[in-house]
């Protein structure tokens, strides 16, 4: 097998990686309820996909105060 001839520099590494950089998903907004969501994908704040409720999303329960 092949190998390296030299081991890459923790510098050259760090050089590699700087351009590594986090990318924002592109949202579109829900039709329904006008929330962002990702596209192609069923809203999850109201559970519909093109124009139906393909899922029913439970309400979480309100927190009790505590005494
Ligand atoms: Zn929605």
Do not use: D
């Amino acid at each position: 097998m092949p190998n390296p001839t030299r081991k890459h520099s923790r510098s050259r590494q760090g050089k590699r990686r700087a351009n590594w950089k986090l990318v924002l998903p592109a949202l579109s907004t829900c039709p329904q309820c006008a929330k962002p969501i990702l596209s192609h994908r069923i809203c999850g704040f109201c559970g519909f996909y093109r124009g139906q409720q393909l899922v029913l999303i439970k309400e979480k329960p309100a927190k009790k105060k505590q005494a």
